[in-house]
């Protein structure tokens, strides 16, 4: 073939070539890319079978425990009883007054058979127990040794399930917007939950520090109708002696009250509460500036003491409504998570 013809051919089939050799690479790594995808997809399928697996030997982990404590107090129960059930039919067996006592009634093997029988039914219950602890610690061992082998396997999970949701957007797989808008919706869910559950404990640390108000604030009261009646010197000490304790707890109510209200304010107008801390700062005030009048000071302990009844029972009322909200969003969240995690693992 003359070598024009010969250059013409190879012009032609060279870019030829070079487009399936291009179309075979982008081919190989297709296949490439779905074969990791599938591996992926089962990876996943089992490390959700273990995670499933953890959160049940999780829970039975103290379940077991619990068990185990139990059986351990019964077995010393059951070893004090049997050691008393032996001593019985020892002294029977033996000179003792005991055996002595029932010899001459005439009814010594009557009450020996007795005592036997009771001291073998004993044993019997301890030895149940003792094979029942034995379980127990077996099984307890085999959850602990069962933990460890399956490790970090949740958070393991979390990786592998963002990288296959990282290549399902690259490949514009067809429930990823779907998945992008789960995603989003679910963490306006969470941030939501974060907020109830800042709200709700600062309500604890504010019911807890009004409890104690209320418990010196009661024993003031007392204190001070005493001290009314003539209780003398040891009345009014101990009056006062509570009225400070009061007024420690007071100056943190007014502070954690401050932090309250501002977390129920992200919360918006729901979970709106009037806290009236004005009564305790009267209430506050009163003890460092009018002392001198007993009767006085007894009338502010009543109001106070009415004031912060009242309010704990708004607060309790909002524990109670944030605690529901808490479980609820929680769920949510929970069931979305699943939601989620279950429609990427099923993903082809």
């Avoid at 514009?172 to 306006?188: D, F, G, V």
């Avoid at 029972?313 to 998570?337: P, R």
């Amino acid at each position: 073939m003359p070598d024009k013809y010969r250059s013409c051919l190879l012009e032609s089939v060279c870019p030829i070539f070079n487009s399936l050799n291009r179309y075979s690479l982008f081919i190989w790594e297709k296949i490439k890319a779905m074969k990791e995808y599938l591996h992926l997809t089962n990876e996943l399928i089992q490390l959700q079978k273990q995670v499933s697996e953890k959160q049940w030997l999780m829970k039975r982990l103290p379940a077991l425990q619990n068990e185990l404590s139990q059986q351990k107090a019964l077995e010393e129960e059951q070893s004090q009883q049997l050691i008393k059930e032996e001593a019985d039919v020892s002294k029977l067996e033996s000179l003792s007054l005991t055996g002595l006592f029932y010899t001459i009634l005439g009814s010594k093997e009557q009450q020996l058979e007795k005592e036997r029988q009771e001291a073998l039914k004993a044993q019997l219950l301890f030895d149940e127990t003792k094979r029942t602890l034995e379980l127990l610690r077996q099984e307890l061992s085999q959850v602990k040794h069962r933990l460890e082998q399956l490790g970090e396997t949740d958070k393991e999970l979390e990786i592998k399930l963002e990288n296959k949701l990282a290549m399902m957007f690259i490949a514009n797989h067809a429930i990823a917007p779907e998945l992008k808008l789960r995603y989003t919706q679910l963490q306006a869910v969470q941030t939501h939950f974060q907020e109830v559950h800042e709200a709700l404990e600062a309500a604890k640390e504010y019911q807890e520090l009004l409890l104690r108000l209320i418990h010196h604030l009661t024993k003031a009261q007392n204190w001070g109708q005493w001290d009314l009646m003539g209780g003398g010197m040891i009345a009014s000490m101990a009056k006062h002696g509570r009225l400070d304790d009061a007024r420690a707890v007071v100056s943190s109510l007014q502070y954690h009250a401050q932090q309250l209200k501002k977390e129920l304010s992200d919360l918006g107008q729901n979970y709106f509460i009037d806290l009236n801390v004005s009564s305790f700062d009267r209430f506050a005030d009163i003890f460092f500036d009018n002392l001198f009048s007993d009767w006085m000071v007894q009338k502010q302990i009543n109001q106070s003491l009415g004031s912060a009844q009242t309010i704990r029972g708004q607060v309790h009322e909002l524990i109670m409504k944030l605690s529901d909200e808490y479980a609820e969003l929680k769920a949510e969240i929970e069931n979305g998570k699943q939601e989620i995690q279950t429609k990427i693992i099923n993903a082809r």
